[in-house]
């Protein structure tokens, strides 16, 4: 069975300090990948979503940005946090671009 | 273009009484539909989905939703209520040709349990 993991799962970071996050799928093959922030009280936004390696379309210009080195490992990345960064971060995958998503547990990010 | 609305961003129903969330969606093509559960702090996880078969869809956790295309609504259902269904729960529409990832997601609905 696929499994969808993200790391760390909470974390507190400055204002101005870099930020990594990862999600790795287990269990499948070319998985498209996909970035979501769920501020307090909002909906899901999309971030970022690939369909293969090295290749990421970006939804929202922002000071973030994604990779994909490897098939089933997608990261999120900053160089300079700020404050509206917080929020709640899920990665997810699907077999195609319009199947069901499922989703990872998801990383709480508190910028101060 | 395809939208999702959904009617109620708060529910509040009494343990063991029906639960109705309320979905409507707009789509230029036959759309697949969805509808997640998301517990505070958790990610999102699929109840069930409609892909144009049977358009009474039954889900986990007794949840189930009907597929009205004169109307169209996917309102999500249960018949009692636990207070383990405290949750947000978000109605979703895919199409083809519907956008970056082919999907769009309502922004959701808060459902509370009242024992």
């Known amino acids: 069975s696929q499994t969808i993991h993200q790391w760390p799962a909470t974390l507190v970071q400055p204002v101005g300090s870099p930020l990594s996050l990862e999600c790795t799928v287990e269990?499948?093959?070319?998985?498209?990948l996909y970035w979501y922030r769920q501020a307090a009280g909002r909906g899901l936004q999309l971030l970022f979503y690939?369909?293969?390696?090295?290749?990421i379309s970006s939804e929202v210009p922002q000071n973030l940005s994604a990779s994909r080195p490897q098939d089933r490992q997608f990261i999120l990345s900053s160089k300079k946090l700020l404050l509206s960064d917080s929020g709640f971060y899920l990665c997810a995958w699907s077999g195609q671009p319009r199947d069901e998503q499922f989703f990872g547990p998801g990383t709480r990010l508190t910028v101060l | 273009a395809q939208s999702v609305t959904q009617l109620d961003s708060h529910v509040s129903v009494s343990e063991g009484t029906p639960v109705l969330l309320r979905c409507n969606y707009s789509?230029?093509?036959?759309?697949?539909l969805f509808w997640y559960v998301q517990h505070p702090n958790k990610g999102l996880q699929l109840l069930l989905k409609?892909?144009?078969?049977?358009?009474l869809v039954k889900g986990i956790n007794g949840f189930e939703a009907e597929f009205k295309k004169s109307e169209t609504s996917f309102h999500l259902t249960k018949p009692s209520a636990h207070m383990s269904d405290a949750a947000e729960y978000f109605c979703?529409?895919?199409?083809?040709?519907?956008?970056?990832?082919?999907?769009?997601f309502g922004k959701g609905t808060h459902l509370i349990i009242q024992p």
């Open positions: 979703v529409v895919s199409q083809s040709g519907g956008g970056a990832d082919g999907l769009t």
């Open positions: 690939s369909v293969g390696i090295g290749q």
């Open positions: 409609y892909t144009s078969a049977a358009t």
């Open positions: 789509s230029s093509y036959s759309p697949s």
């Open positions: 269990g499948t093959s070319n998985p498209n």
